[in-house]
Nanobody, 124 residues
Framework: QVQLQACGGGLVQAGGSLRLSCAAS????????MGWFRQVPGKEREFVSA????????YYADSVKGRFTISRDNAKNTVYLQMNSLKPEDTAVYYC?????????????????WGQGTQVTVSS
């Protein structure tokens, strides 16, 4: 019943910025955590960032801490990922995900719904 639509990916030069958005539609919940993961072909899906329903707590992978900022607008059922100082290593397909219940935000299996993914390519 819940669909997640991710957008905002594209091609950017190293050092540039990109803003990803993920809008939830269909059945939503008054409180839920949302997260971002990324995946490169041949590698496991990697946690990037997450945010609680209130926005009061945020989580970041060490590899993106200080460069990426996650935020959400619950009125729009949308989560954002502002990516600054992008590096070629950030190149991946980025997926947004929604967690209905309690779980560890760093674990992909904690999330109940997933978006289709959006490609981010950072050139050197």
């Amino acid at each position: 019943q819940v669909q997640l639509q991710a957008c905002g990916g594209g091609l950017v030069q190293a050092g540039g910025s990109l803003r990803l958005s993920c809008a939830a539609s269909g059945r939503t919940f008054s409180r839920y955590a949302m997260g971002w993961f990324r995946q490169v072909p041949g590698k496991e899906r990697e946690f990037v960032s997450a945010i609680t329903w209130s926005g009061g707590s945020t989580y970041y992978a060490d590899s993106v801490k200080g460069r990426f900022t996650i935020s959400r607008d619950n009125a729009k059922n949308t989560v954002y990922l502002q990516m600054n100082s992008l590096k070629p290593e950030d190149t991946a397909v980025y997926y947004c995900a929604l967690m209905r219940g309690l779980g560890l935000v760093l674990q992909s299996r904690s999330y109940d719904y997933w978006g289709q993914g959006t490609q981010v390519t950072v050139s050197s």
